[in-house]
């Protein structure tokens, strides 16, 4: 994994110096336009792929950084729904008694279950490129669709939807 970072961070950093812009707002309106959580699916990638549509943006460098900029606007999107989760939970834990099993523990040890998981199969899709230059890209879109994912699903429960 460490190597994987490693690769991350020298391949997005050039790309900056390359004139790429990331901007967030294709997979904002889209995110605003949808009323139905299954419709948000379809909003995964779609800041990036506008990115990767500039010049260079389809050069391995380019598709890194366009991809790690969108892995990180879901990154915030998820901790900001796993922080509003579980105080929502904590809340609901204090009202059903000792007895019961603590939801905001249990949605703790599901996160991070998930985070390692996402890890190890975005690692293996990286793996797939035997080290060659796709690795980083496989990665990144691994991770950022599947870090979209889980936002989806953390915000399916604190609105109910499930």
């Given at each position: 994994?460490?190597?994987?970072?490693?690769?991350?961070?020298?391949?997005?950093?050039?790309?900056a110096a390359t004139g790429l812009r990331f901007d967030?707002?294709?997979?904002?309106?889209?995110?605003?336009?949808?009323?139905?959580?299954?419709?948000?699916?379809?909003?995964?990638?779609?800041?990036?792929?506008?990115?990767?549509?500039?010049?260079?943006?389809?050069?391995?460098?380019?598709?890194?950084?366009?991809?790690?900029?969108?892995?990180?606007?879901?990154?915030?999107?998820?901790?900001?729904?796993?922080?509003?989760?579980?105080?929502?939970?904590?809340?609901q834990d204090a009202g059903r008694g000792d007895a019961?099993?603590?939801?905001?523990?249990?949605?703790?040890?599901?996160?991070?279950?998930?985070?390692?998981?996402?890890?190890?199969?975005?690692?293996?899709?990286?793996?797939?490129?035997?080290?060659?230059?796709?690795?980083?890209?496989?990665?990144?879109?691994?991770?950022?669709?599947?870090?979209?994912?889980?936002?989806?699903?953390?915000?399916?429960?604190?609105?109910?939807?499930?």
């Amino acid at each position: 994994m460490r190597l994987i970072g490693c690769l991350i961070t020298l391949m997005a950093a050039p790309a900056a110096a390359t004139g790429l812009r990331f901007d967030a707002t294709p997979t904002e309106i889209c995110l605003a336009d949808v009323s139905d959580g299954a419709q948000s699916y379809e909003c995964i990638g779609r800041a990036a792929t506008d990115c990767m549509k500039q010049p260079g943006g389809e050069t391995t460098v380019g598709m890194g950084f366009c991809l790690d900029a969108e892995l990180n606007l879901w990154d915030g999107k998820l901790n900001g729904a796993y922080q509003a989760l579980r105080a929502d939970l904590t809340a609901q834990d204090a009202g059903r008694g000792d007895a019961a099993i603590s939801l905001s523990e249990s949605a703790r040890d599901m996160q991070r279950a998930w985070i390692g998981f996402r890890d190890a199969r975005c690692s293996f899709e990286a793996a797939q490129w035997h080290g060659g230059t796709g690795a980083s890209p496989a990665f990144l879109g691994c991770a950022m669709t599947m870090t979209a994912e889980q936002t989806l699903y953390l915000w399916s429960l604190l609105h109910g939807a499930r």
